[in-house]
């Protein structure tokens, strides 16, 4: 099973509501990361878990709340989001810090601020 | 820290025509490379990767990348383009540690018929 899975594919949030997006994978892999993907955009890092504990957060606004619940696992809480935040949000997975490897990708989820 | 340039934000091509995407990159610390390819709507899609040995590398779909270290560089190729291969692609570092992925910022490939 090479796949990472992320539900759901699409979602219209309003700016006072409180949604989650979720991300699964069964490789393995000890790192998962959250990008934010803008049209004609490179993916832009958000958040990586090494280990079920977050190693990086790039500084990215309170109102996106990480979470890693097991090894398998990743989700990302959003609440009192802003237009602006509209854009294709990216779960990916890797081996883990201290054993290169590639990044696996989700589909993503399209994400609509309204 | 790394950063990764892609000369040329679209390229068009022919239908059977040479691919040449260009990447070129720093890095402090010995990188290692991927290409990725992204369709409309879809997540990205590892092409390639380079960590170790062998500089030239292959990967699917044809396309194959050579890494020189001289001119920090890490272009990706395919002899001949087909339409499917239409789509956006980014070259992306790491260093040998393999956490920090850097992105460049992405070529657009358009095939005409």
């Known amino acids: 099973d090479t796949e990472v899975t992320q539900t759901p594919k699409h979602l219209v949030m309003g700016m006072t509501n409180k949604k989650s997006l979720k991300c699964e994978q069964h490789m393995g892999h000890r790192a998962m990361y959250w990008y934010k993907q803008k049209a004609k955009k490179p993916p832009e890092l958000m958040f990586v878990?090494?280990?079920?504990?977050?190693?990086i957060n790039e500084s990215v606004p309170s109102r996106f709340s990480p979470e890693c619940p097991n090894s398998s696992l990743l989700n990302l809480h959003l609440h009192a989001l802003q237009p602006e935040d509209s854009a294709l949000y990216l779960c990916?997975?890797?081996?883990?810090?201290?054993?290169?490897?590639?990044?696996?990708f989700g589909e993503g989820s399209r994400l609509t601020v309204l | 820290a790394q950063s990764v340039t892609q000369l040329g934000s679209h390229v068009s091509v022919s239908e059977g025509a040479l691919v040449l995407l260009r990447c070129n990159y720093s890095?402090?610390?010995?990188?290692?490379l991927f290409w990725y390819v992204q369709y409309p709507n879809q997540g990205l899609q590892l092409l390639l990767k380079y960590t170790t040995g062998a500089t030239l590398v292959k990967g699917i779909n044809g396309f194959e990348a050579e890494f020189k270290k001289s001119e920090t560089s890490f272009h990706l190729t395919k002899p001949s383009a087909h339409m499917s291969d239409a789509a956006e692609y980014f070259c992306a570092v790491t260093p040998n540690y393999g956490q920090n992925f850097v992105f460049g910022p992405g070529t657009r490939l358009s095939v005409l018929p």
């Open positions: 878990y090494s280990y079920e504990k977050l190693s």
């Open positions: 890095s402090s610390v010995p990188p290692y």
């Open positions: 990916a997975s890797s081996l883990g810090q201290g054993a290169v490897g590639e990044l696996f």
